[in-house]
């Protein structure tokens, strides 16, 4: 099916051609054209009939108008087509009869063809260095069936095709280029194109083993990791100028330092409160502690405590209870 693709667009085109050159009248879209039909025999009496392909458009007997208007038709028979379209196209015909319907004159028929009328095309350039020349495109909507030309520094070529290409060393500055699209029925032209095609100057290849916008940016990256370290270095101080000179938790080795001696002056504080003179107290207490009871009638006297010459605190001895005596 692919392999008629190609040769169905031929064919298309062939018919299309064939169409074109074996029309009598070319007409564009919404243009006029009278078919010259002319009789000058030509009265009320006669029957006049104009067909379209099968199609009756006009038809009179005896000077009543039947079909179409009396003013589409001359006083010699000439037919007036008005706003024609692409259906407009085809074969119109004209014949003639005398009042007892024999041929007056003879058939006449003519062929029209009825095209759209050309866009205007939009002319495009194209600068290849690596080819040394500038391509130029005349870009049209509808390119089937349409002559193409050029006018360069306003002079016509003999180009007739699509694309132009021209070196670029006969490319000066300010040259103009015009293309122009063209039909049986109608002709347009595009803007003048003025192609601007300067090579661009090459990387210098010195003994440099990278380009400068590569050094740029490996410098301009080097600058903001500086100034992104100098921002963190800055912050870090204001924090630590808001702390103090003493974090809260002792951090550092100054705040080793104030732990160790904190702990220092506690031990230092247990070994007084655990000093010689403690037992002594511890002993004396003993001593004060053990008091005979009331029970026995011979108060001994507290046994000795050690150190008791060393600022002993006397202790007052218990009341003892006279015994008791009998009543007589």
């Not at 000058?40 to 029957?47: E, P, T």
């Not at 694309?163 to 063209?182: E, I």
């Not at 990791?225 to 000179?245: D, F, T």
Request: proline share 8%.
């Amino acid at each position: 099916m692919a392999c008629f693709a190609p040769l169905l667009v031929v064919l298309t085109g062939l018919a299309d051609l064939l169409a074109v050159n074996g029309c009598d009248f070319y007409r564009g879209v919404g243009q006029d054209l009278t078919l010259p039909f002319i009789f000058d025999r030509l009265d009320l009496s006669h029957v006049l009939r104009w067909t379209h392909n099968t199609t009756i458009l006009f038809y009179r007997q005896r000077g009543y108008v039947s079909i179409g208007n009396a003013t589409d038709v001359s006083l010699a028979g000439s037919l007036l087509l008005k706003d024609l379209q692409l259906s407009s196209s085809g074969d119109y015909r004209v014949i003639v009869l005398h009042p007892n319907n024999t041929q007056a004159a003879a058939a006449w028929s003519r062929r029209v063809c009825v095209l759209d009328s050309v866009p205007k095309p939009d002319l495009s350039y194209l600068c290849d260095f690596s080819a040394s020349s500038v391509t130029l495109n005349c870009h049209v909507a509808k390119a089937r069936g349409v002559e193409f030309s050029w006018v360069v520094d306003g002079k016509f070529s003999t180009a007739k095709t699509q694309t132009l290409s021209v070196s670029l060393a006969k490319v000066k500055v300010g040259m103009s280029f015009v293309c122009s699209v063209a039909n049986i029925v109608s002709r347009e032209s595009s803007g003048t194109v003025r192609p601007l095609c300067q090579r661009s100057p090459p990387t210098p290849s010195g003994p440099y083993c990278f380009s400068l916008k590569t050094v740029q940016a490996v410098f301009a990256g080097g600058v903001g990791l500086l100034v992104l370290l100098l921002s963190i270095i800055v912050i870090l101080c204001c924090r630590r100028q808001r702390r103090g000179p003493r974090g809260p938790r002792g951090e550092g080795n100054g705040g080793e330092i104030r732990m160790r001696d904190l702990r220092k002056a506690q031990e230092e504080n247990y070994e007084v409160m655990l000093s010689p003179k403690e037992p002594q107290l511890q002993n004396s207490e003993h001593c004060y502690l053990t008091v005979p009871q009331p029970e026995d009638p011979t108060p001994n006297r507290l046994p000795p405590c050690p150190g008791e010459g060393q600022r002993a605190s006397p202790v007052p001895k218990p009341r003892t209870k006279s015994p008791r005596t009998a009543n007589v």
